[in-house]
Structures are given as structure tokens and as C-alpha cells.
């Protein structure tokens, strides 16, 4: 008994697919991304979109058929508009800049930090208190941005360091007389 994925995946014009026992290989506007998926789920690709389908209702198989169908759909995101991740930096004298293609951060230590971007990951710096992190890998992108927070979490007294934009740090109090 298989089980069609409720919500096929839609491509847009100019994303091409090239779909191989085990692979899934995505062209689009932007680059070119391959990922390797579980062999127990059946990928087809049906005129203008993805069908994912799962052998059997299974808790495990269930679980497997949703990461494929969200892996793929990451990766055709990721060639048509990409992805991309806002760290704030938060403190005196706390600042990044870019060196060449580099990412530079002055956050308190002796030493500017220097982080090197991987491939396929680009750094923009609009103002000094600000870094966004682009690319077409969704998991790439993430895990360069948690690379840069951990340079300087944010500390929960006085709030400063790198964080996600938007990211609430919860505060402790300090001394009490």
C-alpha cells in the first residue's frame, strides 16, 4: 500500500530536475544543488511538479516522506530566490566588517575574529551591527550563521554579543546590594 504526498511540489519555470535512484539533482536561476535521499521513498516528477510517495503508513516511513518532500522543496527554493540569515551584534565597540570576501568581527576579544565563507555562502554587511548570511543551501546557510553566533552568544546580564535577528535572550538579574 504507497501513499501519494498530500501537497505535491510545484516548480517554477526555469528549474530543471534531474531525478536518479537514491538523488535528486535541481538546477535553477541561482545554481545547482544535489541531495542524496532515503532509497525506500519513490520521487517522480510529473509534468510541472514533484510527487514524493512512502511504501507503507509506517511511523518511520511517515517521518522519512515528509524530510524527502521538505529536502526537495528546500533545494527548489534555494535555486529560484535562496536563502538567507540576519545576525545582529549587540554591545560597545562591537562591529563586522567585510575583508574581501571575509567576514571580520571585532566582538571584545583581543584579536579580530576573521570567518571565511564556504562555498556558496556570501556575506553582506549593511551597517556595522549587522550581518546577513546568503546562499542556495538552506542547511549551509544555517549552519554558517550559528558558526558566526557562537564567535560571541549572546551573555544573559548585560545582553551583549551575536544574535539572530529577532532572537530573544532571556535576561537574569544581576548583584543585589
Known amino acids: ?98 575583508k574581501g570576501a571575509d567576514l571580520e568581527l571585532a566582538v571584545g576579544y583581543s584579536h579580530p575574529v576573521l570567518v571565511k565563507p564556504r562555498k556558496g555562502i556570501t556575506f553582506d554587511v549593511p551597517q556595522p551591527t549587522l550581518v546577513i548570511v546568503k546562499g542556495i543551501d538552506k542547511q549551509m546557510v544555517g549552519q554558517t550563521a550559528a558558526e558566526i553566533r557562537k564567535v560571541r552568544p549572546p551573555e544573559p546580564y548585560k545582553g551583549k554579543g551575536i544574535r539572530y535577528a529577532g532572537e530573544q535572550v532571556r535576561r537574569k538579574v544581576g548583584k543585589r546590594a
Do not use: C, W
Open 1 to 98: 500500500m504507497s501513499r501519494i504526498g498530500r501537497r505535491p511540489i510545484e516548480l517554477p519555470a526555469g528549474v530543471m530536475v534531474a531525478i536518479s535512484p537514491g538523488r535528486v539533482q535541481v538546477n535553477g536561476p541561482l545554481g545547482e544543488l544535489t541531495q542524496d535521499l532515503p532509497a525506500r521513498m519513490q520521487v517522480a516528477k510529473n509534468e510541472s511538479e514533484i510527487v514524493v510517495t512512502r511504501p507503507t503508513e509506517r511511523g518511520e516511513d511517515r517521518a522519512l516522506h515528509g524530510l524527502t518532500r521538505t529536502l526537495i522543496a528546500n533545494m527548489v527554493e534555494g535555486v529560484t530566490k535562496g536563502f538567507e540569515k540576519q545576525l545582529e551584534i549587540q554591545g560597545v565597540g562591537y562591529r563586522a566588517q567585510l
